[in-house]
């Protein structure tokens, strides 16, 4: 990694919010690529070593290392055709919109 300095100084917050978008987004893309990596390196140890995956998971998947706790989906409480909401949490802004300007919460409900 070079430890070059990147000014941000001249960037609007536009230009910056663009920017984290376009950073989030590789972020991602290097996770999917080091991940890929890995799997082709052990598989590639496990046939140059004689063995296959199933002989060291015969179930045919690997063994689950924490198991996540299955949430119940919360179905939509408001909708206005085109957005959708729960009625949990902070409420959206086209939500909000539709509130401030004159109308009734009530009237979004599915």
């Known amino acids: 990694m070079d430890n070059k300095s990147v000014s941000l100084d001249g960037l609007s917050v536009a230009d910056l919010t663009a920017l984290q978008a376009k950073i989030a987004e590789q972020i991602k ?17 496990l046939a140059s070593s004689g ?27 408001y909708s206005d055709g085109q957005n959708s909401w729960t009625g949990r949490g902070r409420m959206p802004l086209w939500v909000k919109s539709f509130v401030e300007a004159g109308g009734e919460l009530a009237s979004l409900e599915v």
């Open 51 to 77: 063995f296959s995956f199933s002989d060291l998971f015969p179930s045919g998947s690997a063994p689950q290392v924490a198991s996540v706790v299955a949430k119940k989906k919360v179905s939509v409480k």
């Open 29 to 45: 893309v290097k996770h999917e690529e080091t991940r890929r990596e890995v799997k082709n390196q052990i598989l590639a140890l």
